[in-house]
């Protein structure tokens, strides 16, 4: 066996602390050698798992919907009176106050709907720097065990003396040494996994805010264009009288959905992405 294989190294790690190395003593190696170490990697896996699966992006999904559903159910071809004989009894004033009415009564469950949508896009903002230190946590666990793996396999032959004929036998301490550096290559392979869930989470938030932004603008314009105060605005609760542009109010509502549509898309992907993760984060864990 070559020495590199010996000593399972992993390419591009740093040297282990030689310092410390020298202070480990494995010859007396039991299975609690270097198992703390490896405990803490395991609970910093399960946290990982943790947030990955945290509920926020579904949240998220959820509210997407309900906004669109409301945005849907104000349709600006309703302020047209209707044709034929029911239009006698039709008017463009009495259908600009119902439709008035209807937005105010949509846009304020929409509003909280909004605020809860904020909610979870800060959620998943504050995540990211969660995973960033349990990132940081990892790497440092990751070469903590290295240190382990070096003291067991650099200090004691690899092979116990047996008597002649007889299959050789890998020492104790070496055989720790291969457990332990086991549990470190499965933290090595943790790492990408984390950013993995950073990279997802950051996409999705991006455009759940441009969705939250689209969402205000939109109660804006059609607002001003309706003639109506927007909620939050102070001034006078008069209704001006306006003639709706229903072109606009109709590319207002379309842009908005749109942008509701591609935040929908991009939490979708990320939650995919999580999952795929998630099955790679539990096979690191089970070897730790």
């Not at 591609?262 to 984060?281: K, L, M, P, S």
Request: hydrophobic fraction near 40%; aromatic fraction near 4%; proline fraction near 5%.
């Amino acid at each position: 066996m070559s020495a590199t294989n010996t000593h399972r190294i992993w390419p591009g790690l740093p040297a282990p602390d030689e310092a410390r190395v020298a202070q480990l003593s494995p010859e007396a190696v039991s299975d609690g050698f270097g198992e703390d170490a490896r405990k803490g990697l395991a609970a910093l896996a399960d946290r990982v798992r943790a947030e990955m699966r945290s509920g926020e992006l579904t949240e998220a999904l959820a509210v997407i919907h309900h906004l669109r559903a409301g945005l849907e159910s104000l349709n600006p071809a309703d302020l047209e009176p209707r044709k034929g004989l029911g239009g006698l009894f039709d008017s463009r004033k009495r259908r600009l106050k119902a439709f008035r009415d209807r937005f105010a009564e949509v846009t304020r469950t929409l509003a909280e709907s909004l605020d809860d949508l904020q909610v979870r896009v800060g959620a998943v903002a504050r995540r990211s720097g969660t995973l960033e230190q349990l990132w940081t946590d990892i790497r440092h666990g990751v070469l903590e065990m290295d240190d382990f793996v070096a003291a067991c396999l650099r200090k004691i032959a690899p092979v116990q003396a047996t008597e002649p004929g007889a299959q050789p036998v890998l020492h104790p301490v070496h055989q720790r040494g291969h457990r332990l550096a086991d549990a470190r290559d499965a933290g090595v392979r943790l790492l990408p996994q984390v950013r993995v869930g950073q990279n997802a989470d950051g996409q999705a938030a991006r455009r759940l805010k441009m969705a939250c932004d689209a969402m205000i603008e939109w109660h804006h314009e059609w607002a001003d264009n309706l003639g109506v105060r927007a909620l939050g605005v102070k001034g006078p609760k008069k209704t001006k009288k306006v003639a709706p542009d229903q072109a606009r109010l109709t590319t207002s509502r379309q842009t908005v959905l749109a942008m509701l549509d591609a935040a929908a898309r991009e939490v979708e992907t990320a939650r995919q992405r999580r999952v795929e993760a998630d099955g790679r984060i539990e096979a690191a864990r089970k070897a730790i």
